[in-house]
C-alpha cells in the first residue's frame, strides 16, 4: 500500500519536470538500435553469400551432348519454360 502510495506522488512531479525539447531515446533506445542495426547487418552478409551460390550461366558441357543434362532449376528452368512456350507460340498456326 505504502509503494502505491508512493508512486502516485512522485510520478506527477516526474512528469512535470521533463522538458518536452529535451527527452531524448536513452539508453534503451541505444540498445534497441544497435539489436537491429546488428541483425541487418548478419541478414545482409547471409544473403550476400546465399546470392554468390547462384549460378546464373552454364559452362559449356566439356563431355558434349551425349552426357545427361541435370535438370535446370530456379531463374534457368523459368527462362528455359518461357523461351520453349515462346517456340510453341511461333510454330502454332
Keep these: 500500500m505504502i ?13 512535470q519536470e521533463l522538458d ?11 540498445v534497441i538500435f544497435a539489436a537491429i542495426a546488428l541483425s541487418l ?18 559452362a559449356p558441357d566439356p563431355a558434349g551432348a551425349s552426357a ?3 535438370p535446370s532449376r530456379g ?3 523459368h527462362r528455359e519454360a518461357q523461351a520453349a512456350a515462346a517456340a510453341r507460340e511461333d510454330q502454332a498456326p
Excluded: C
Aim: aromatic share 10%; no cysteine; net charge positive.
Design 20 to 30: 518536452n525539447n529535451k527527452v531524448t531515446p536513452g539508453l534503451i533506445g541505444f
Design 68 to 70: 545427361p543434362r541435370k
Design 3 to 15: 509503494a502505491s502510495h508512493a508512486l502516485t506522488q512522485y510520478v506527477p512531479l516526474a512528469a
Design 41 to 58: 547487418w548478419a541478414l545482409m552478409k547471409n544473403m550476400g553469400k546465399q546470392f554468390r551460390k547462384i549460378d546464373f550461366e552454364e
Design 75 to 77: 531463374l534457368r528452368a
